[in-house]
């Protein structure tokens, strides 16, 4: 099936730094790609629509100042969290949706905040 | 809006038990079901889907059916194998058919031998 990575797979950081996550689709295009937060045993939910050549779309409550989306390629989204804090430490997870309709997963990047 | 429920977990079975993961859904449209599955340390797998009422999905010895006038898809296994030890997603793509997906709160799934 059709790959999905993601970069890092996990990262520390100080809190009010900013820290960038990759989401790529190595073996097909993607047009839209999906930003999903999963906290601890706990569903995932949706944050952003990845849309390549355009602005993001952003779910209710989710503050698009705090959580950069670029889609500049048909195979590359980055999510960047801005000055992050403790609160916003979580498993960020990334999906590409393929031209058969189906959405492929990324791995996943466990994100903490000291 | 648009709403998934699972039953919650976790499930705990022997192996070659029959599994039973419910899911129900609410949606204002008719949207395409799927069942998602995490192993451990892992991204999210597509593990079957149906777009359509009376649809069967099935996958690796799994079956869900898109049940319209109980709005369920339930998961179901005959046999369950150690290796099927993971947390399964019920989702729905949701009304508006954009590819977002909205998901049930995951039902963690464990086989002792």
């Known amino acids: 099936g059709a790959v999905v990575s993601q970069h890092p797979s996990w990262v520390i950081c100080k809190s009010g730094t900013s820290v960038k996550i990759e989401c790529r689709s190595l073996?097909?295009?993607?047009?839209?790609m999906f930003w999903y937060r999963q906290f601890p045993k706990q569903s995932l939910m949706l944050m952003a629509t990845s849309n390549e050549g355009s602005k993001a779309t952003y779910e209710q409550g989710v503050e698009k100042d705090k959580f950069l989306i670029n889609h500049a390629s048909l195979t590359l989204s980055t999510l960047t969290v801005t000055s992050a804090h403790p609160e916003d430490s979580s498993f960020y997870i990334c999906?590409?949706?393929?031209?058969?309709?189906?959405?492929?997963f990324g791995p996943g990047t466990r994100l903490t905040v000291l | 809006g648009d709403s998934v429920t699972q039953m919650e977990g976790p499930v705990t079975l022997s192996e070659e038990a029959f599994l039973t993961i419910n899911c129900t859904y609410t949606?204002?449209?008719?949207?395409?079901l799927f069942w998602y599955v995490q192993y451990p340390g892992e991204g999210l797998q597509l593990l079957l889907k149906?777009?359509?009422?009376?649809d069967k999905g099935s996958n690796k010895g799994f079956e869900a059916t898109y049940r319209k006038e109980t709005t369920s898809f339930h998961l179901e296994k005959g046999s369950v194998q150690v290796s099927d030890s993971a947390v399964y997603f019920c989702?729905?793509?949701?009304?508006?058919?954009?590819?977002?997906?909205?998901f049930g709160q995951g039902t963690t799934l464990q086989v002792k031998p």
């Open positions: 989702a729905i793509d949701g009304s508006s058919n954009t590819g977002k997906l909205i």
């Open positions: 149906a777009t359509k009422a009376d």
């Open positions: 073996d097909f295009q993607a047009t839209t």
């Open positions: 999906s590409a949706f393929h031209s058969t309709d189906t959405q492929y």
């Open positions: 949606a204002t449209g008719y949207p395409s």
